[in-house]
């Protein structure tokens, strides 16, 4: 956690519920606030179905995408899916895999599936291309990398082999030619959505070839619209859920016979723009077509929750399909026999699966086999073919798991006793760390755990098949992609994300690339050094214990999913007195009630031992958290998380 200077406490529910008008007022007041939310309709706030989504045609070169797959099918070609070792990069892999192979019109396809791992280095490395020369594929479809690869695609197009990109990375100045590039954040994108994961890419590939399949495709629909100031007619038409513009209606062939009207009296249960309701409408028009879709939003929504998108607009709306689709999954007998035997080993609740259970109990494990170097063994769980075959792998990628637990473990003692060694390294404006005794493959959980206790950006480094690779990740709103392509001389590989990111460095440059890290980092951070450095909590209420419940969890729980864009609720609560403390194990966590609030269970991670020093102290005391449903040994009970706790006053506040 962050060191805390302020926390501004939010007004107090009696009044919230006195000043704002409206039926729900604290659901209105959270609303209100939250910029991603306050614009759209009330009932796609409360609801999502597919008339929420935006049709696919729109995101650059996807046509060309969907017409090279169908095109190489026909003639037999052998087409190679190759998907980076992440939870995005197997679950887009995975689905797009999953329905070219279960999908009746694709019987005859010619695929293989393959996905790098922790002992590669990121996206199309040389050991990469040495692999896809050896499969010699026909077609080629990169899943959640290649946008800023554009040497090697086109090193691989130069040998005859076509190229699909489906990426939601940013997009450098020089993008691969002669290739198929699938990212929002191109700068041609007119695709509404910019921060969509891979795996959401995939499931629009699949939508679009569905829809490319049936007789909707093509259709040309036009909508007669009345200019208010000249009253004279205007027509409007839309192709594939897409609003043509004038320029393009010009070269059509746009005589009565081959246009359709606008099918004005169809309506939605979701009040949606023109595009999306006659996409809907015409995917409606398709027989099965969104009982299929259904089953395809799982994975998008794992993607979605495990590569922190932002829930807001689609995303948002992915989530809540994915979860009721793996609910029905959970209790039924769908066809991903792989990821139903993975929810029974995980033995979640069966009232439904949750938007944590994506983020810390389905997300993790897949991620674990590509921290192990064994992804391989995540996508063969997810395309098992039959259920004892899935529940043997389901056990295995537990097993992996764990494995992944006890290796961040053994790092993270390491780490500890080598800043106890070398104190003065916490100096730096970067916190940096590499021994030769150090496990690869969880470099990236090992700097955020860093970041989380010296509360400045931080890099691990672990040597890794004869080189090393790290991962670098942000303390603040710092851009690390700034400071990797600052450095960028000593790495055989960067890449990643504004917050976080990764390289791949030989051992021998490790040294100079130290030196030059700590200049580089002021340079860097120079921009913020006039900012003050204040850390605040801003929560969303101010409570009193007695008003922590399960009734007052309901009242916002239309607003989930929770996370990225779209935080938990936050709590503050004043002048509480804890009893019945109980440490966990051996003092890491701790456990307590607070008077005035029944039996409500209040949970301290990682700050045992602080907590229970800073009580010898202070009979009260402030803290900040949130409420949340836990699931344990087949019973669900309310718990409140404590995030931060201390005493406040009008002045700057005292924190763990």
């Not at 293989?112 to 990121?122: A, G, N």
């Not at 959505?193 to 699949?206: P, Y």
């Not at 890491?588 to 045992?608: A, D, E, Q, T």
């Not at 019973?635 to 763990?656: D, K, M, Y």
Request: contains cysteine; aromatic residues 8%.
């Amino acid at each position: 956690m962050h060191h805390v200077t302020k926390v501004h406490f939010g007004p107090l529910l009696s009044e919230v519920r006195t000043k704002v008008d409206s039926k729900r007022p604290l659901l209105r007041y959270l609303v209100d606030k939250r910029e991603g939310l306050r614009n759209i309709h009330p009932k796609e706030l409360l609801t999502s179905d597919f008339s929420c989504l935006h049709s696919p045609f729109s995101l650059p070169d996807l046509s060309t995408a969907v017409e090279l797959i169908l095109s190489f099918v026909k003639e037999g070609k052998k087409i190679l899916l190759y998907g980076d070792r992440d939870s995005d990069g197997v679950s887009s892999t995975c689905l797009l895999a999953f329905f070219l192979k279960s999908h009746p019109a694709f019987s005859s396809i010619n695929l293989e599936v393959m996905v790098s791992s922790e002992s590669d280095p990121y996206g199309l490395c040389k050991e990469a291309l040495v692999k896809i020369k050896k499969v010699k594929p026909d077609l080629l479809i990169t899943l959640d990398f290649g946008s800023s690869q554009a040497d090697e695609i086109e090193e691989l197009t130069n040998t005859g082999i076509k190229v699909i990109v489906l990426d939601h990375h940013e997009v450098p100045v020089r993008i691969p030619t002669n290739c198929a590039l699938v990212n929002p954040r191109r700068t041609d994108s007119v695709y509404p959505e910019k921060k969509i994961c891979t795996a959401v890419l995939s499931f629009k590939l699949v939508t679009a070839i569905l829809f490319r399949l049936s007789d909707e495709f093509g259709k040309i629909y036009r909508k007669i619209e009345l200019e208010e100031e000249t009253g004279k007619k205007e027509s409007i038409y839309f192709q594939n859920g897409i609003r043509l513009q004038e320029k393009m209606t010009t070269s059509l062939s746009l005589d009565d016979t081959s246009i359709f009207p606008y099918p004005e009296d169809f309506t939605t249960a979701i009040p949606v723009d023109l595009e999306r309701k006659l996409f809907f409408y015409q995917c409606s028009k398709i027989p099965d077509f969104f009982t299929g879709m259904e089953e395809e939003t799982d994975l998008a929504g794992i993607g979605t929750i495990t590569d922190m998108m932002p829930l807001i607009g689609e995303n948002r709306h992915f989530v809540k399909l994915a979860l009721n689709s793996l609910t029905k999954l959970y209790v039924g007998d769908k066809k991903r026999k792989g990821l139903s035997e993975l929810l029974k080993e995980l033995k979640l609740s069966p009232q439904g699966v949750t938007t944590k259970d994506l983020g810390w109990s389905i997300g993790p494990v897949l991620n674990s086999a590509g921290r192990m170097g064994k992804t391989e063994e995540a996508v063969s769980l997810l395309l098992s073919e039959t259920s004892l075959e899935a529940k043997t792998k389901a056990k295995q990628l537990l097993s992996i798991n764990e494995e992944r637990k006890e290796r961040t473990k053994r790092n993270m003692d390491r780490v500890e006793r080598y800043f106890q060694r070398k104190p003065e390294r916490t100096a730096h404006e970067v916190v940096f760390c590499y021994e030769p005794d150090m496990e690869p493959g969880v470099s990236g959980i090992v700097a955020t755990r860093m970041v989380d206790t010296y509360k400045k950006p931080a890099i691990f480094l672990a040597p890794d098949n004869g080189d090393a690779r790290g991962s670098i990740r942000s303390y603040g709103p710092e851009n690390v992609l700034e400071l990797l392509e600052s450095l960028s001389d000593h790495f055989l590989h960067f890449g990643g994300h504004p917050e976080a990111g990764g390289f791949s460095i030989k051992i021998d440059q490790i040294p100079a690339f130290e030196s030059a890290l700590y200049q580089a980092a002021k340079a860097w951070l120079s921009v913020d050094k006039d900012k003050p450095k204040v850390h605040s909590i801003e929560t969303d209420f101010t409570v009193l214990t007695e008003e922590i419940g399960e009734r007052l969890l309901k009242e916002w729980k239309d607003l989930e999913p929770f996370g990225q864009g779209n935080p938990d609720i936050k709590l503050a609560i004043k002048n509480a007195k804890a009893i019945h403390l109980t440490p966990l194990s051996g003092g890491k966590h701790v456990r307590f009630h607070l008077i005035g609030s029944g039996s409500l269970k209040y949970m301290i991670w990682n700050k045992g031992e602080e907590f229970q020093k800073f009580m010898s102290e202070h009979g009260s005391f402030d803290l900040v958290g949130s409420l949340e449903e836990n699931f344990y040994q087949g019973r669900t009970t309310l718990q409140f998380i404590v995030e931060w706790f201390g005493i406040t006053a009008e002045n700057p506040a005292v924190s763990n």
